[in-house]
């Protein structure tokens, strides 16, 4: 008789990152895949069950649901947000989903992590403070967070690797915003210059990584990884975009003091994580963290979805 596969509890399953282990997960054919989403009924949850996902629902802050969704599990991928200014919410929802992932004998976690920014930041007076959190000034919280999360799965004594994430090349379909000229050409902005060189990964990426993560999670106890980027500038993006999509788009960068006062909520932390990313210390962190997974393309990924982009575009 065939072994039983493992069981993993994926997180934020209808989003970037989530989304991205799903498919990942489902298409290696060793995983048992649960797939966490806060209603089950939403057309969202329908195709992850057509995908051969088991979905579950949960919410971070239902201690009972995270513990219906992690019993049994073998594994987990977790991925955290409670907005961009809101640290403290942020940790009390890992320590939710750690907590229960012990009660559970989870055996492995793979996180989503990020680097806490208060050693490099927090004295600095040329990033606006967003919050207090732990009784440091936060510049970025959203950074923050996640390093306490990975202090939290420290001490609880379960197995972890830890995934840090940078610059989502999805970030061109969901967050970016086109402004139509006269001529019928798009501009979009971000606070970082044009010609910066970057590294980008996408959903997709994130999952390869855990894929190889979960298949040896001996190997990698403990590690702290990426997922295996590659390096473009916004310039070198959106003519790919424009070449492929056939929508002239040309990216202008915005300064830092404009991007701190776009409006929205999250503003001023990605402001100043944007300003860090061009600085010696988002340099030096993307430095320090080998690489897991196949080498994404910018090219494939555009052209995968040339549809979606096409349609983000000329909608705006």
Same mark, same amino acid.
């Given at each position: 008789m065939a072994p039983t596969k493992p069981t993993v509890t994926v997180f934020g399953a209808t989003?970037?990152? +989530? +989304?991205?282990?799903?498919h990942a997960l489902l298409a290696s054919g060793q995983f048992i895949v649960r797939a966490v989403t806060r209603d089950v009924n939403k057309p969202s949850a329908a *195709?992850?069950?057509t995908q051969g996902a088991e979905p579950v629902a949960a919410e971070f802050s239902d201690v009972s649901s995270l513990e219906t969704a992690l019993s049994g599990a073998d594994a987990l991928f977790l991925v955290?947000?409670?907005?961009?200014? $809101?640290? $403290? +919410?942020?940790?009390? #929802?890992?320590?939710h989903v750690i907590a229960a992932a012990k009660k559970s004998g989870v055996k492995h976690v793979v996180f989503s992590a990020l680097e806490d920014s208060r050693p490099h930041l927090s004295k600095d007076d040329d990033y606006p403070t967003v919050c207090k959190f732990q009784g440091q000034p936060s510049? &970025?919280? @959203?950074? $923050?967070?996640? #390093? /306490? &999360?990975k202090a /939290?799965?420290?001490k609880s004594g379960i197995p972890y690797t830890c995934l840090y994430t940078w610059s989502f &090349?999805?970030?061109?379909?969901? @967050? #970016?915003y086109y402004i139509k000229q006269d001529d019928g050409s798009y501009t979009v902005s971000f606070p970082v210059p044009g010609d910066q060189p970057l590294n980008f990964q996408s959903g997709d990426t994130v999952g390869?990584?855990? *894929? $190889? &993560?979960?298949?040896?999670?001996?190997k990698y106890k403990g590690a702290d990884l990426q997922p295996s980027v590659f390096v473009a500038s916004w310039n070198e993006v959106y003519a790919a975009v424009s070449q492929v999509t056939g929508r002239k788009v040309t990216y202008q960068g915005i300064s830092f003091e404009q991007g701190t006062k776009l409006g929205f909520p999250g503003a001023v932390s990605l402001a100043n994580m944007w300003k860090a990313i061009n600085a010696d210390w988002g340099d030096g962190g993307r430095k320090k963290f080998a690489s897991i997974g196949p080498k994404p393309s910018l090219q494939q990924w555009v052209e995968g979805n040339k549809q979606q982009l096409s349609e983000k575009i000329g909608s705006c």
């Amino acid at each position: 008789m065939a072994p039983t596969k493992p069981t993993v509890t994926v997180f934020g399953a209808t989003g970037t990152q +989530g +989304g991205g282990v799903v498919h990942a997960l489902l298409a290696s054919g060793q995983f048992i895949v649960r797939a966490v989403t806060r209603d089950v009924n939403k057309p969202s949850a329908a *195709a992850l069950k057509t995908q051969g996902a088991e979905p579950v629902a949960a919410e971070f802050s239902d201690v009972s649901s995270l513990e219906t969704a992690l019993s049994g599990a073998d594994a987990l991928f977790l991925v955290t947000e409670a907005g961009m200014e $809101d640290p $403290d +919410g942020e940790l009390q #929802a890992g320590k939710h989903v750690i907590a229960a992932a012990k009660k559970s004998g989870v055996k492995h976690v793979v996180f989503s992590a990020l680097e806490d920014s208060r050693p490099h930041l927090s004295k600095d007076d040329d990033y606006p403070t967003v919050c207090k959190f732990q009784g440091q000034p936060s510049k &970025i919280p @959203f950074y $923050d967070s996640k #390093a /306490e &999360i990975k202090a /939290e799965l420290k001490k609880s004594g379960i197995p972890y690797t830890c995934l840090y994430t940078w610059s989502f &090349i999805e970030n061109t379909l969901k @967050f #970016a915003y086109y402004i139509k000229q006269d001529d019928g050409s798009y501009t979009v902005s971000f606070p970082v210059p044009g010609d910066q060189p970057l590294n980008f990964q996408s959903g997709d990426t994130v999952g390869s990584a855990v *894929a $190889d &993560i979960l298949s040896s999670p001996n190997k990698y106890k403990g590690a702290d990884l990426q997922p295996s980027v590659f390096v473009a500038s916004w310039n070198e993006v959106y003519a790919a975009v424009s070449q492929v999509t056939g929508r002239k788009v040309t990216y202008q960068g915005i300064s830092f003091e404009q991007g701190t006062k776009l409006g929205f909520p999250g503003a001023v932390s990605l402001a100043n994580m944007w300003k860090a990313i061009n600085a010696d210390w988002g340099d030096g962190g993307r430095k320090k963290f080998a690489s897991i997974g196949p080498k994404p393309s910018l090219q494939q990924w555009v052209e995968g979805n040339k549809q979606q982009l096409s349609e983000k575009i000329g909608s705006c």
